[in-house]
């Protein structure tokens, strides 16, 4: 994709006009539409401004300036790499027993758990625990989590729309494969009077759950910032006891 291209169909994808960009960016409307015409090439401080000021991800921030010839300015280094990245993570990880809680990058692929997530993986297919594990396949597939999720059909479809939100913000073929395979796991969608929109517990067999995602929004590592943490919090006295008892 050219330059042209990535930035005004970045812009747009975030229903940004031009010239709240350019206010934005520090430059001009006409210079900006100069540049979406292809009319006027960037320079590399503007491709980074424009890249900031349109909030992008550090891969499409990346992915510009190639489009506009410029090297990229952000690494992606393997997490076996980044040994202190990883003792941070189990020391959170760590923390936050005896909740479950898990890392997984922007495809839903675990990278670290801590020992409660096997409170939740009890009775999973051994071939969905295989690595690389997929958080999102393992919680809806009919051989994971879902013959004990009581409240199966408002989390299927909160996980597969956050798979879809997910998506609109870094595209990828492998992700949109996921989306609808996890699609075809849930079922058709009601609204019901205890619907509650996002904020919805996980019921898990005689356990109530709540989640909180962390992101890591200041990495300059694209690897790292594409990571998220999850933690399963108790949602009543009842399961933190539980989830207490069992560590």
């Known amino acids: 994709m050219d330059f042209p291209t990535a930035l ?6 975030r229903n940004v006009s031009q010239l709240q960009l350019a206010i934005r960016a520090g430059t001009t409307q006409r210079h900006l539409s100069f540049l979406e015409s292809g009319r006027s090439a960037p320079g590399r401080t503007l491709v980074v401004r424009l890249a900031e000021s349109l909030d992008l991800p550090l891969r499409e921030r990346n992915e510009l300036l190639a489009s506009a010839g410029y090297a990229p300015v952000y690494p992606e280094t393997p997490l076996a790499d ?33 020992r409660a997530l096997s409170l939740l993986t009890d009775g999973v297919a051994p071939a969905l625990l295989t690595p690389p594990v997929n958080v999102y396949r393992l919680a809806l597939h009919p051989h994971g989590l879902a013959p004990r999720i ?20 870094h595209p990828s073929t492998r992700l949109a494969e996921l989306v609808e395979e996890l699609a075809g796991y849930a079922p058709a969608r009601t609204i019901t009077a205890d619907h509650v929109g996002f904020a919805v517990p996980l019921q898990l067999d005689d356990l109530r759950l709540t989640t909180t995602v962390t992101t890591f929004a200041t990495a300059l590592d694209v690897t790292v910032a594409e990571l998220k943490l999850e933690a399963f919090l108790p949602a009543d006295e009842e399961t933190a ?5 069992s560590r």
Not at 8 to 13: K, L, W
Not at 89 to 112: I, K, M, N, S, W
Not at 150 to 167: I, K, S
Not at 241 to 245: A, G, I, K, P, Q
């Open 82 to 114: 980044l040994p202190g990245v990883r003792t941070a993570l189990r020391h959170v990880l760590a923390g936050h027993e005896p909740y479950p809680a898990v890392v997984v990058d922007r495809h839903g692929t675990l990278v670290d758990a801590n």
């Open 150 to 169: 009581r409240n199966f059909g408002q989390w299927a479809h909160h996980v597969v729309d956050r798979a879809r939100q997910e998506l609109a913000a």
């Open 8 to 13: 005004r169909t970045r812009r747009r994808g």
């Open 241 to 245: 006891t539980r989830l207490r008892v």
